[in-house]
Structure formats: C-alpha cells, structure tokens
C-alpha cells in the first residue's frame, strides 16, 4: 500500500521537478477522496541549506534515514555530475533492497543508474541527456522516446510533464482510477497520458495548425462503445486519412488505435471501482467486444484481471 512517500534532495537538484513530486503526494487531498500520504522530504543532513539549480536553497527536517522507511522514494532531477552523494546511493539501495518503489524524474535516473539498481531494466530520461546516459551506463535498457517506463518497483519518466504523468500513473496502479483523476483534476492536467507516447515531436505537421483534434478527442470519447477506423476518425475530423494519421500523433503523440485503446482500458477501471456491472457489461460499454477480449487488454495493460483488479480497488457501496 502507498502510503508514506519520502523524496531525497542533494545540492543542486532542480526545484520544478521536486514540485512535481510535492504537488501529488504532498498535498491533503483527503476531501476529494484521495486516501492521504506521509510526505517526508529528506536530505543527508536536515537543518542545513541544500542548493538548487536555480540559486535558492531549502532546508529539510528529514534525514535519509526517515526515507529508508518510504513505500516510495522520489528521486527529482539532479544536475547531471561525475560522482553522486554516496549517502544518496546508499540510501537508494537499501530502499530498493527493502522493497520499496523509486520513482524518477528526468535527470533523477541517472542517480538510480549510478546506485546500479538499472542494470539490465528498461528505463528511461530526458531526451536531452539520453546519450550521456546511454555511455555511461550501457547496461541499462535506455528507451529514448517514451514519457516514462513502469518495470514494476521502479519507475522512471522523461521530462516535467512526464514526471507527472509517471506519478499519476503510480497513484493509479496502487490506489485505483479516482484517486489519480481527482488528483489530476486538482492540478488541471490529463488523468493519463500513456507512458508509450512520444517524448516530443521534431516538427508538427503544417496542415490545419490553427485546428485541435480537442473535439473530436472529446466525441470519441463519449463514443468509446463504438467501432472506430480511421477512415471514420479523418471523415470527422474533414482531413485526409494521411493528414489525420500525422496529425493525431502530432498532437497526442500516440496512434489512433493506441490512444482508444487506453481510453477504453481507463473506462473499463473506472465501471470496474464505481459500478456493479457484470464483466460481459463493461466489456460492451467499454469498446470491447467481448468479456474475453476485455480481459486480454485489461491484463496486459494493467497487469491483473478485471475481477481482482474490482476486488483491489471497488469503492464501498
């Protein structure tokens, strides 16, 4: 269960990536029906100044040893060096080997690599940082162009907004679907955002720039009973099905299908915490077909089945 969730600061780690971290689980959100965290910020010796990126300091009233009680360790982005804290690895290690979850933003993966707990682990950072990473920790299984990658007790994301859609993803997969939406709703960002996306686009299509596929997104997903082609997506949306195909992973950084997919899986988690719905029930009312299709996608995108994912995260009626 997630409930206690330490984040570790060295000099020099940047603020915004931090705020990420303290802006999900630093904040009482019990009103809103968010189960709440023991948020505990941690440096190797509280009640002294550590340094920022940006040229300001904090100060901590944790030591690392309050992380080493964590069900999660936040590790934010840390300016990129030769050599981390060795109470930094240590304390990433001995978290990792009791069982906690890290969970990574940025340049944080680089503090988790050098600790040698990514050895042989799909991971990934930044984009900008992904070749300094690549050499000098070549054992790891760098995936360059994700937003972020979940290999069970670690998780590492890319950039800011990846930092967020990676937590959000944790609160998802251990607390359920509500507790991540309503969080996401407070911080007026997407629930969920695919951890598969694309990083970032080189360079948008130029056809209809003016235009957002922000109402057809919002159509679909009104419609997610549906059978939809792609033919039928660029009919609605007036483009072309070549034009709407570059466009939509212009714009979502993700295919048609892959995009539905997700929404569906969402859906289905959803009818599955909040409705006594049979199985056969959710499956038609999420898009798929069947009950057996709807349990296919729902293990591989979440890693159990529907009925143990409803006995894990159904809300008491």
Known sequence: MLR????????????????????????????????????????????????????????????FDAALEADL???????????????????????????????????????????????????????????????????????????????????????????IDAALHLVRRELGSEAATAIARRMVVPPQRDGGQRQFIVQPVPEYCADSLDPLLAWLSERLDSEHSVADLARQAHMSERTFARRFVAETGTTPHRWLSAQRILHARRLLEQTPMSVEEIARASGFATAAMLRHHFRRAVGVAPADYRRSFAQAR
Do not use: K, N
């Not at 040698?116 to 984009?127: E, V």
């Open 73 to 163: 360790v936040g590790v934010p982005a840390y300016a990129v060096r030769d050599g981390y804290p060795l109470e930094l690895l240590e304390l990433l290690r001995a978290a990792h080997a009791r069982g906690a979850q890290l969970l990574t933003v940025c340049s944080g993966a680089f503090a988790v690599a050098a600790a040698g707990l990514l050895d042989g682990r799909p991971c990934t950072t930044h984009w900008r940082h992904a070749d300094e990473f690549a050499g000098r920790f070549p054992l790891a299984a760098l995936d360059r162009d994700v937003l972020y990658v979940d290999d069970g007790s670690i998780i590492t994301s890319a950039g800011t907004a990846a930092g």
């Open 4 to 63: 206690t969730v330490a984040v570790a600061l060295i000099d020099d780690f940047a603020p915004f990536e931090f705020g990420v971290l303290a802006e999900v689980f630093g904040i009482d959100r019990t009103e809103d029906g968010v189960p709440p965290f023991d948020f505990r910020v941690c440096s190797p010796r509280p009640g002294e100044p550590v340094r920022t990126t940006v040229g300001t300091t904090m100060t901590t009233t944790h030591g």
